[in-house]
């Protein structure tokens, strides 16, 4: 299983994550305090001052993205975890797989398409 970390790449899933936490921050307070908490770190990989994998404890607020208020917003739990995967040296071709496929039943399973908020 080959690691996926592509700076350039990794560059725009922290940009995405930013624009999702900033776009929710004021309506959902968690949202705000988990981009008080994740912006050193995404500034640091926009600055590219990451250029190798983190250990996973370094990346906080997984609790408010998987299993907190933050995962009824799909758009943020997918980039939130897409970020986080591909930070930590996570991300294989393998995980890519499996995380596309729990993301497609997650989608059935609510009914939905897009963001649920």
Known sequence: MAVIFEIDRLKKEAQELKDILLKYKNRYPEAK???KLLDPIIQKVLDGKITDPVPEDDIPCAYSFHEGTLREIDEMESAYATFAMHITGSDTDEGRKIFDEIMKEVEE?????????
């Not at 399973?109 to 908020?117: A, D, R, V």
């Open 109 to 117: 399973e609510k009914g939905i398409k897009g963001p649920n908020i």
């Open 33 to 35: 305090s988990a981009l």
